[in-house]
């Protein structure tokens, strides 16, 4: 059995979404993956008084925290950062996720969203573009894309997949710090390789018109 806290926006494609839920509960169990705690949508029930406390104590009994990013979940209609917004529901979910040491924290892409970048997210979020973003694509790769995802959670949650830190939070500054330095490095090799092969070309053209 695996605790789910499903984090997502009502803007981005709500139908795909509850085919992921579904998905999930069936896989699960309904119980153990939880979604909507802000959203009621029943129209009989009484709002809660205190409805982030229901957020806390759902995220409190989570295994792992799935964040859904679709193209929605940066900015508002007006091109307004949702997250910079302290009343902002997300924002809300994530900055209470944060401070579980080594909650898991997945992204998902779907609606051929971008994985989020550390400038789109703030210091508040950085750490979540330090994470591995699962995909869920609508349509024919939808069903392989969730199994993919089930296999990774189960192997997370069994203890198969180890040394991710990238499924969890660093432990402190200077391991973030160090993923940093690796992720540049890795930008740094290849942009030299698309350089050394520019300069290449180059030299192979020249000696080509050059005067025989």
């Not at 795909?16 to 896989?27: G, T």
Request: aromatic share 8%.
């Amino acid at each position: 059995m695996l605790n789910i806290y499903l984090s997502y926006r009502q803007e981005d494609k709500p139908l795909l979404v509850k085919r992921i839920y579904e998905v999930l509960a069936h896989e699960f169990g309904a119980n153990s993956v939880v979604k909507d705690v802000f959203y009621t949508r029943d129209l009989l029930k009484q709002a809660s008084p205190n409805p982030f406390g229901e957020v806390q104590w759902a995220i409190n009994r989570c295994e792992v925290v799935l964040v859904i990013i679709g193209r929605q979940w940066f900015t508002d209609s007006q091109g307004h950062s949702l997250l910079t917004n302290p009343k902002d529901l997300i924002a809300q979910e994530l900055g209470f996720a944060f401070t579980r040491k080594g909650l898991p924290i997945i992204p998902i892409l779907i609606d051929g969203a971008k994985a989020p970048s550390e400038a789109q997210l703030g210091t508040t979020f950085r750490l979540l573009a330090l994470k591995n973003a699962a995909i869920v694509r609508d349509g024919a790769e939808f069903d392989r894309d969730m199994m993919h995802l089930i296999d990774q959670l189960n192997k997370l949650v069994s203890g198969q997949i180890s040394g991710v830190r990238s499924l969890s939070e660093p432990e402190n500054d200077e391991e973030l710090a160090s993923m940093i330095v690796r992720r540049n490095t890795n930008r740094y090799v290849a942009v030299g390789i698309a350089f050394g092969f520019f300069i290449l070309i180059l030299a192979l053209l020249i000696l080509q018109n050059a005067p025989q």
